[in-house]
């Protein structure tokens, strides 16, 4: 059974960092899309960034592009979600997700998902 559980989320301030993991298990995930997304009160879940478990190809939403950095250790079986220079509007429910193919970014086309990590970001 595939199990994703994210950590690392919480509270900070303006212009921080903050680093989320995501530890998969339960299948061999070379050959899948490791995704990340996001969720806001009140807003659709959207999607954040993706990478290749093999190969490492990547893809970011245009709003976290330069700020955030999706990567993955293969011997830990965990993918990272590094965010800089935060901002008030990621405040969300950040969610890591996993499908075979690489070709969308749609939450719907994800057939795996964690529980989600609270990320609040003050102003």
């Known amino acids: 059974q595939v199990q994703l559980v994210e950590s690392g989320g919480g509270l900070v301030q303006a212009g921080a960092s903050l680093r989320l993991s995501c530890a998969a298990s339960?299948?061999?995930?070379?050959?899948?899309?490791m995704g990340w997304f996001r969720q806001a009160p009140g807003k659709e879940r959207e999607f954040v960034a993706r990478?290749?478990?093999?190969?490492?190809?990547?893809s970011y939403a245009d709003s976290v592009k330069g700020r955030f950095t999706i990567s993955r250790d293969n011997a830990k079986n965990t993918v990272y979600l590094q965010m800089n220079s935060l901002k008030a509007e990621d405040t969300a429910v950040y969610y890591c997700?996993?499908?075979?193919?690489?070709?969308?970014?749609?939450?719907?086309?994800?057939?795996?998902w964690g529980q989600g990590t609270q990320v609040t970001v003050s102003s």
């Open positions: 997700a996993a499908r075979v193919r690489w070709t969308s970014e749609r939450p719907s086309d994800y057939e795996y």
């Open positions: 339960g299948r061999t995930f070379s050959s899948y899309v």
């Open positions: 990478i290749r478990w093999t190969g490492g190809a990547t």
